[in-house]
């Protein structure tokens, strides 16, 4: 008989005695895919849970704790449409490509205000000017859209005492500036306007023999407002906000912090005719520290839940592998008899199991992979992409190593017995060695400790 006839003949033997046994079979399959279902979803899904709490805590954050703030301060006689273009030719695009595009506004200095009762209360005034900012506002009376106009935060308003139609003066400005309507903040608005702790109005405190300023909320204006501005209290503010979206990683949050590095040591060599500030900057290092500690963490949990399913899974795969070899005993003893060399008996022993893990295999794989997509799609983020990355790939083979294992001691047990034993088909009570019982031993302290590992976490 050539080699591939011989292989086709055992392969039929192999899958005679499969159907011949199918509880047995459907029963060894059915574990053995779940062990390497287990070992595919566990590390899947707990790869994808990090990245979608990750993707959670950027999307929910405040915007200040995870974008960035540029201000731009032009030197000299500069119009403010200049000054804007200036100050976005200030920063290579390549240095912060995981931060969205820039969001403009029109800053100033805090400014005098002259006219009373702004003046008795010691007030300093910040103008501020972004385009669409009305509709991001909640808006008594007009909307400030021509030189000279303005818009106060409603508090300020009452506690000054100014109505719509009054005057104000402002140290720095040429033009006298009219309250044309008031306005509150929404909490909604956040993105757009970045930090709402910049609407903050601060009132006179005790200091000393006296009191601090008055540091009103900011004073809306038109842009055009800007030209009537000294230049040297102009300032163009670009907010970045981090660029998150469902594939973002702590690889991107890695790089992220490096480019905010990398924007500092650009930020020491000084502007011509202009200065560049980052003020405080951000908390991604502290996330990306944070986050490596949950996940580390996460680890130590999901990782020994997992390995206590195989374990099960394995236990009782043994069980039914060593029932199913019960019942093949007489035909490896027949095979035996007609002068099978014990090297072959073993290959004809270990076919059928080894068959049933092929079979297992790409079972479990499939349906571990399909079993992390749903549970993604169920409980994480929209259109989180869920990988089979290494760390399932290397629990799978380790399973199926296991499994592989398991049914080489089967077969061991049982080629181990004498031949009028294995023609009888039965076994009967013996002690055990003390291979046997190490073995057993360890199994269950291994199983003891995953457990006690688990519920440690």
């Known amino acids: 008989m050539s080699g591939w006839s011989e292989v086709f003949a055992l392969l039929a033997t192999g899958l005679r005695g499969l159907r011949s046994r199918r509880l047995l079979t459907a029963g060894s399959v059915l574990l053995a895919s779940i062990a390497i279902a287990a070992a595919v979803v566990g590390p899947m ?11 959670t805590r950027l999307q929910t954050a405040p915007a200040f704790t995870t974008g960035l703030t540029l201000d731009y301060q032009p030197r000299g006689a500069v119009g403010y449409r200049d000054a804007a273009q200036a100050a976005l030719a200030a920063v290579p695009p390549s240095v912060l490509e995981q931060f969205d595009a820039p969001q403009l506004s029109l800053l100033s200095d805090p400014l005098p205000v002259t006219s009373p009762p702004f003046a008795i ?16 506002l909640v808006v008594t009376g007009s909307c400030p859209t021509r030189r000279g106009e303005t818009a106060l ?16 003066t402002v140290a720095g400005i040429s033009t006298p500036l009219t309250v044309v309507g008031t306005y509150t903040v929404r909490d909604a608005t956040t993105d757009y306007w970045f930090d709402l702790t910049r609407f903050a109005s601060v009132l006179p405190q005790t200091r000393g023999a006296g009191l601090s300023p008055y540091f009103p909320a900011p004073f809306l204006v038109a842009a055009g407002t800007f030209d009537a501005l000294d230049a040297s209290s102009l300032i163009v503010r670009m907010d970045r906000q981090l660029t998150v979206t469902a594939m973002t990683t702590i690889d991107d949050l890695r790089a992220a912090v490096q480019s905010v590095s990398k924007l500092s040591r650009l930020l020491e060599r000084p502007l011509p005719g202009a200065s560049l500030d980052l003020g405080l900057g951000n908390a991604l290092r502290s996330i990306v520290g944070q986050e490596q500690a949950r996940r580390v963490t996460a680890e130590q949990t999901v990782t ?12 009782l795969l043994f069980r039914l592998l060593a029932a199913s070899m019960e019942l093949r005993m007489p035909e490896l003893a027949l095979a035996g008899l007609r002068g099978l060399g014990a090297r072959r008996r073993w ?16 079972v479990g794989l499939l349906c571990g992979y399909v079993a992390a997509r749903l549970l993604a799609a169920q409980w994480l983020v929209p259109r989180l992409p869920v990988e ?24 061991r047990s049982a080629t181990a017995e004498p031949l009028s034993m294995q023609i009888a088909g039965t076994r009967r009570p013996r002690k055990a060695s003390r291979w046997a019982v190490s073995r057993r031993l360890a199994l269950v302290a291994a199983a003891v ?9």
């Open 45 to 55: 899904y707990q790869s994808a849970a990090g990245t979608s709490f990750l993707v």
């Open 121 to 136: 209360l010691d007030a300093e005034a910040t103008l501020l000017a972004k385009r669409g900012g009305c509709e991001h």
């Open 388 to 411: 089979f990355g290494a760390s399932s790939a290397k629990f799978a083979v380790g399973v199926l190593v296991a499994a592989l294992v398991v049914a080489v001691l089967v077969v």
């Open 304 to 315: 020994p839940a997992v390995i206590s399913l195989i374990l099960v899974a394995l236990v």
């Open 449 to 457: 400790a995953v457990l006690a590992g688990t519920l440690g976490s």
């Open 153 to 168: 935060l409603k508090f300020d308003a009452q506690h000054s005492r100014t109505r719509i139609g009054d005057t104000l």
């Open 347 to 362: 290959v004809l022993a270990l076919l059928e199991p080894v068959l049933m893990l092929t079979i297992a295999a790409p």
